[in-house]
């Protein structure tokens, strides 16, 4: 039991974690997006390497998104560099005064990124292409990295990052993740004139199927010959951080779950034990007038006295998860992990001694203690 609620805590912990953070907004639309993947560094004929020519890739690149846009079911084009929704692989540090925060993703883009994404700005606005050309480059941050460098101070304007960002814009929710993680730092850098995209976001209408995809490859591939074009969508990377982040779940559970079958048939094999060996006692009760319920409570009351016992001591080392923050979580979630745990415990302990008791509860007195 012991070992049965220690598991359990741990499994509810992070179920309730990961449940308390799909409840935060995602703060982005990843229905009917595209992903137009551009590698223009070598050319699949001749292995010519392009990276020293960007003002010809982005001139070649500025006539796909005009071609795109021109189809009927593109609703709007951004360039994007670096990260993508649910793959963040590039990550940097921020520093503000003498507050750092580490391991922050970021993507390059342009003014048509919100549009694409469905952002909400809460303060200040969106960079464009009249931005260009300032001292600082310019960024919009989500409202996690928002309150880790400036609190409850206002970011707008700020210079972070040794005078190398300024901050114009303030996005109300951006969890890069997904659903089901917390919202980590994030910001958005505006794209530099000399800056090449290697991807285009493209947002479409819900009618867009697999046959826009090809359509879409096609054109592409016409218009920049040398370059090995992919295309993907963004709901296909959500399924797979799904899997990355209910995968531990599952283990998990699975664990849990093989341990804890064998935990409750020892306890029911025990209970049949007990019944067994104590005949003459329920047959003696019942003899003298004591009711079928009051033999089923006694008995589960029994296990349940014996389960207690074990939860005791697992609740004393529940209680260290928060005060050493082990899981880093909410005072709440351990709180409510606890509950959950306690509650399934005496469920199944509840659920494996009902057969067991309710036989002992229907046996005659007079069969009982004959056998005695």
């Known amino acids: ?38 590698d223009t560094s070598i050319s699949p004929d001749n292995n010519t390497n392009r990276d020293n020519d960007s003002d010809a ?74 931005d260009a050309g300032q001292k600082e480059t310019l960024i919009v941050i989500n409202g996690a990295l928002k309150e880790i460098l400036f609190e409850d101070e206002s970011a707008l304007n700020k210079v972070i990052q040794s005078g190398l960002y300024k901050v114009i814009g303030v996005v109300e929710n951006f969890k890069n993740s997904g659903e089901y993680a917390e919202e980590t730092p994030h910001f958005f850098i505006m794209m530099k004139p000399e800056e090449t995209a290697w991807q285009l976001l493209i947002k479409s ?43 531990p779940v599952i283990i998990i559970s699975i664990i849990c779950a093989f341990l804890i079958i064998n935990i409750l048939l020892g306890l029911m094999g025990l209970l049949w034990y007990n019944v067994n060996n104590r005949k003459s006692e329920i047959g003696l009760r019942k003899s003298v007038g004591a009711p079928s319920i009051q033999i089923i409570k006694q008995l589960i009351g029994e296990m349940i006295a014996l389960a207690t016992l074990g939860i005791i001591p697992g609740l004393v080392i529940a209680i260290q998860f928060p005060l050493l923050r082990v899981l ?43 056998e005695e």
């Open 1 to 38: 039991m012991f070992v049965s609620f220690v598991l359990l805590f741990a499994l509810s912990a992070t179920i309730v974690k990961i449940l308390s953070n799909r409840l935060v907004p995602l703060g982005f639309d990843y229905k009917n997006v595209w992903i137009l993947t551009l």
């Open 57 to 130: 890739s982005q001139e070649i690149i500025d006539l796909l998104v005009k071609d795109i846009k021109s189809m009927k079911e593109v609703v709007a084009v951004t360039n994007n560099v670096y990260n993508i929704p649910y793959n963040n692989i590039y990550r940097n540090d921020i520093k503000y005064g003498d507050k750092l925060c580490r391991n922050v993703t970021y993507n390059a883009t342009d003014g048509d990124y919100p549009e694409v994404m469905n952002l909400k700005i809460k303060e200040g606005q969106w960079f464009d292409s009249n």
């Open 205 to 247: 209408t819900p009618e867009a199927d697999e046959t826009f995809r090809t359509e879409l490859v096609r054109r592409t591939s016409a218009l920049a010959k040398d370059w090995t074009i992919s295309s993907s969508k963004l709901s296909d990377f959500r399924k797979r951080m799904i899997r990355i982040d209910w995968m």
């Open 328 to 370: 880093d979580l909410k005072p709440g979630i351990y709180l409510l992990a606890m509950l959950m745990a306690i509650s399934l415990i005496y469920l199944l302990v509840i659920a494996c001694t009902l057969l067991p008791t309710i036989i002992a509860a229907r046996m005659h007195p007079a069969k009982a203690l004959h």
